[in-house]
Structure formats: structure tokens, C-alpha cells
């Protein structure tokens, strides 16, 4: 892993970090961005930065309340997200 990753790795242990694959216990890997992948079947996972990043690609202009109703992350969390741009959300 290159010094970014590593980076990035330290970033994302604050948010709920996957490890092990909901679908067959596999270790999963991280990718970059709250994105995981597993080793043995290629399920793709996400952590709460993951999932709040995915929400907010596809949906331009959703509110905070609507990202957290969608992807089940509380709204502080996702407010501490934009806070610290990870991420751009309208309000
Ligand atoms: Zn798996």
C-alpha cells in the first residue's frame, strides 16, 4: 500500500470499517473511498463513508435528511463528513 493509502486507510477507520464478507466470511479489502471488496467472492461492500458518498453521486441535491433516511448513517455523521469535506451534499 503507497503512502495515500495508507492515508486514506487511517481516514476510514473512523467510520464503521467492513472486514469480513456478509456473504461468505471472506476478508475484505479496502479499495478506496468507504468501497471494500472480498477476497474470495468479489461482494462489494461499503462503510458508512461509502455509502453516504454512493447516495449523494447518484442523488444531486439530496439533503442531509434524506441521505440519512437512505443509507441508515445517523445525520451527525454525515454532517462531520461535509464538515471535514469528504463530501458535497446540498442542504
Ligand atoms: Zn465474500
Known amino acids: 500500500m503507497d503512502k495515500l493509502g495508507k492515508a486514506l486507510a487511517r481516514v476510514v477507520d473512523a467510520y464503521s470499517r467492513q472486514g469480513v464478507c456478509e456473504v461468505c466470511g471472506g476478508t475484505l479489502v479496502f479499495q478506496g473511498c468507504g468501497e471494500y471488496v472480498c477476497e474470495q ?3 462489494l461492500s461499503y462503510d458508512d ?9 447518484t442523488h444531486a441535491g439530496a439533503s442531509v435528511t434524506d441521505t440519512a433516511e437512505a443509507t441508515g448513517v445517523s445525520q ?4 462531520e463528513m461535509i464538515k471535514e469535506r469528504k463530501i458535497r451534499i446540498g442542504y
Do not use: N, P, S, T
Open 49 to 57: 463513508y461509502g455509502k453516504v458518498r454512493r447516495y449523494v453521486e
Open 76 to 79: 451527525d455523521a454525515i454532517r
Open 41 to 43: 467472492c468479489g461482494d
